[in-house]
């Protein structure tokens, strides 16, 4: 029987500091805003986001948790650069499509090249009345995985059971010879004792990582009358929203994605939902 159990935890070990984090694989999925009301003629057009690094910050930080043979530092992406990768997510980049398709704006983000100031917008020549575009105002990404308590977990598990089992090994090679009978029973009694303090460790370092994810989102909706030269409406669009995900955030580039895209969907809707109550306001203006 020991011997089996010796077997078993030399498999189990290298398992261990392979396991302590994994990529996010699963999206979460939100519904998506419908648009309920008839529109044929759109009275605006999107010219798209405006990103300005006046505005948000252009800095990354770090962030620092424990690893196996020393601090895992991951790069935390700046305000600026994050904001950039979101916008350039399949939802925020059918925004424009889907105002054209729902009769709200014409698409013209892909075809504007300004940079969305007074002065340019009294220039642009517009298909309607009205041009409209969104300004990122913040936009904070922030995350906390349990990655860092896998790795001291299986540290710890890792040391007991690599601790206790030169010990069992021992007990087991002498408890049949005459002259070590006693030694040999005390190395496997203390070998069992850290092997079996080790094995709780390893099941927790075996659990699969978790990533918490709090975003907040700030953005202005700006309409101007190509007809007095004047902004005529502001709108201020704020979104708030927080998951869990089976994964590490920093495993890789696809679980970035991946939460990036879950951000972009609440952002979508956010943004829709206004789009259809400012549309609504200007046909009964």
Known sequence: ?????????????????????????????????????????????????????????????????????????????????????????????????????????????DSYFGIYSLQEMELYKSDSRYATFVEVVENK????????????MGALGGGF?????????????????????????????????????????IIAALIPTKTKINFTGMYNIYLYDTQTKSLIRKEVVSVNCSENFKGSYTYDDSSKEIVRDYVSQNIYNSLLQKYDELNTWLKNR
């Open 161 to 201: 059971v690599a601790g206790g089992l030169p010990m069992l090994v021992l007990g087991e090679t002498y408890k049949n010879d005459k002259y070590a009978q006693d030694l040999a029973e005390s190395y496997s009694v203390a070998g069992g004792i850290f092997t079996a303090v080790g094995i709780p460790f």
């Open 1 to 109: 029987m020991k011997k089996k159990l010796i077997l078993l935890l030399i498999c189990i070990l290298p398992c261990l500091f392979l396991s302590c984090a994994t990529a996010i694989t699963v999206g979460k999925t939100i519904p998506k805003y419908e648009i309920t009301s008839s529109y044929e003629n759109p009275k605006m057009d999107f010219i798209g986001f405006k990103i300005d690094n006046n505005i948000l910050s252009t800095s990354s930080s770090t962030k620092v948790s424990p690893g196996f043979w020393s601090p895992n530092v991951d790069t935390v992406t700046s305000e600026f650069d994050q904001a950039k990768a979101i916008v350039n997510t399949k939802s925020l980049r059918q925004l424009g499509y889907n105002l054209e398709t729902s009769g709200i704006a014409n698409n013209k983000a």
């Open 141 to 152: 990404l922030d995350y906390k995985d349990n990655k860092g308590a896998g790795v001291i």
